[in-house]
């Protein structure tokens, strides 16, 4: 049997900001939006992704914000936040995780591979991050 994770819900202050944000600055399908009486739901998922969000009025009992951890994986970084950069999200250089555990800031020639992350918050203060993949196998 498999089991799949298919939407994390992300708590917003804002639905028409958010909905904005998720969809024309990163870019994230719209898969729908949707009012049912005083409660409005929107789902968007990122380009490629089995796990889609979602976020509107009604939809989680959380404070906007609070949401930390959020990882987005791609198999090229340095494309991923270029993209990004053009579509103008605010978000950090490329950061790198050293053997000691220690994050720091990319230098030519570090390998990106499951240790190179890019790190971005939403309008609220949701944390995510961007982390390289290349190969999981």
């Not at 898969?31 to 969000?53: A, L």
């Not at 999200?89 to 053997?99: A, N, P």
Request: proline share 4%; aromatic share 10%; hydrophobic share 35%.
């Amino acid at each position: 049997m498999n089991w799949t994770f298919e939407v994390v819900c992300v708590p917003v202050s804002d639905v028409d900001r958010a909905r904005k944000f998720y969809v024309d600055q990163l870019g994230f399908h719209l898969d729908y939006d949707t009012e049912q009486g005083d409660n409005r739901v929107i789902q968007v998922t990122p380009p490629g992704s089995g796990c889609s969000i979602c976020f509107g009025r009604g939809v989680v009992d959380m404070q906007p914000g609070s949401m930390k951890g959020m990882v987005l994986v791609v198999p090229d970084l340095k494309a991923a936040r270029e993209e990004l950069v053009k579509r103008d999200v605010t978000l950090s250089e490329i950061k790198v995780y050293d053997r000691d555990g220690s994050l720091r800031a990319y230098q030519e020639g570090d390998g990106l591979d499951k240790m190179g992350f890019v790190f971005f918050n939403d309008p609220d203060g949701n944390e995510w991050s961007i982390q390289q993949i290349d190969d999981r196998g």
